[in-house]
């Protein structure tokens, strides 16, 4: 039963017109910045420095760290940046057309739905977020230079992916969270747009430094880049805080769901 569900719920998300406009969109972003970052980095190792605007940290990286940043930074800025709020738009699109009303019509047991939502979110995430890596690799082994491509190993491209893979996930049950929340588009949009934007603009230390550690993009800034950046503990921090946002994330979506069927 669960796994008819699950297949109902992709299959309910993959006949929206918008996530197939959204993906192609974000694709489209993705191979800019993949191309975007290979040009930089094969200019650094080259020493053309004069054609790419870098911090001077950057430039001391070894080539070793350049590729794994390559093979992380495309799909990472596309998966925590854009792929949430794709998420939340389509589906929000459920409640806006009627068909989460279908949806308890189905399916009465509310704990079935709710499971069968929760991991088909999974599998889609975690699909683009492949296709996202794969693509990124594909370009990085026909553009780097060959030098450069002795360094990009199965290995690392595995575990690269993991990581963001990990990311996408817990920002796509932040993202799910909201849209069960809210049942509309524009609050979830404006809130998950908040949380970026307190995440990357640095606003949050000014105005509530201890929230750093807590934010995703922040305290786990550690383990997506694979080596304990500045102000951070370490990597299994970072591993530990998605775990347990996962987990509170999935939490909140059944008690939301609890209180909605309490209210029935």
């Known amino acids: 039963m669960l796994n008819k569900i699950i297949k109902s719920e992709c299959y309910k998300v993959l006949s929206f017109p918008l996530f197939w406009f959204g993906i192609i969109f974000v694709f489209g972003i993705s191979i800019f910045f993949s191309i975007q970052n290979i040009q930089a980095i094969n200019a650094m190792f080259s020493g053309n420095f004069a054609s790419v605007n870098l911090e001077s940290n950057i430039l001391s990286e070894t080539p070793a760290i350049l590729v794994r940043d390559a093979i992380l930074s495309s799909p990472y800025q596309t998966s925590v940046l854009f792929l949430p709020i794709l998420i939340a738009l389509v589906y929000a699109t459920e409640y ?13 047991n509310w704990q079935k739905r709710t499971t069968g939502r929760i991991i088909s979110l999974f599998v889609i995430v975690s699909i683009v977020t492949l296709v996202f890596a794969i693509v990124n690799c594909l370009l990085l082994f026909i553009l780097l230079t060959p030098t450069l491509k002795t360094f990009l190993t199965f290995f690392l491209v595995g575990e690269v992916t993991l ?6 996930v817990v920002l796509g049950l932040l993202s799910l969270v909201f849209v069960t929340l809210t049942k509309k588009s524009i609050p979830s949009l404006v809130l998950i747009v908040l949380l970026l934007i307190l995440s990357l603009t640095g606003l949050l230390g000014i105005l509530a430094p201890d929230l750093n550690n807590i934010l995703p993009l922040l305290g786990a800034k550690s ?3 694979g080596r304990v950046e500045a ?13 347990i946002e996962s987990v509170l994330s999935c939490s909140m979506i059944y008690g939301i769901e609890w209180k909605k069927e309490q209210r029935c």
């Open 96 to 108: 806006q057309f009627g068909q989460e009303l279908q949806s308890q019509l189905l399916i009465t």
């Open 223 to 225: 383990f997506a880049f």
């Open 231 to 243: 102000g951070q503990t370490s990597q299994l921090y970072g591993f530990l805080l998605l775990l």
């Open 163 to 168: 990581r963001v893979l990990l990311f996408s």
